[in-house]
Nanobody, 122 residues
């Protein structure tokens, strides 16, 4: 069993930065791939980024590539999402998720956090 708790969301102006954290509990954390997703009001949850557990390979949605960076610290049992050059279109609730493989589909993840709100003002 894995429990995930996100933090670090907030209100920021366009062009600013935020770093989200996802703290995980459970001894099997290092064996899981981790992903970040987001959901804006009235829209479906969409993939943002993912990182593998085996070699640290990272994957990004085209909309955030070059602006966001996903990383993990297995010793701290935490995954991060560094978000730079934020745009109003990035406004959403951000969720972290854990699953066997890094992928863009929400169905590929077994565990989800409660989410943290990110609001980018123009």
């Amino acid at each position: 069993q894995v429990q995930l708790v996100e933090s670090g969301g907030g209100l920021v102006q366009a062009g600013g930065s935020l770093r989200l954290s996802c703290a995980a509990s459970g001894r099997t954390f290092p064996s899981y791939a981790m992903g970040w997703f987001r959901q804006a009001p009235g829209k479906e949850r969409e993939f943002v980024a993912a990182i593998s557990w085996s070699d640290g390979s990272t994957y990004y949605a085209d909309s955030v590539k070059g602006r966001f960076t996903i990383s993990r610290d297995n010793a701290k049992i935490t995954v991060y999402l560094q978000m730079n050059s934020l745009e109003p279109e990035d406004t959403a609730v951000y969720y972290c998720a854990a699953g066997p493989e890094p992928m863009a589909a929400t169905t590929g993840y077994d565990y989800w956090g409660q989410g943290t709100q990110v609001t980018v003002s123009s």
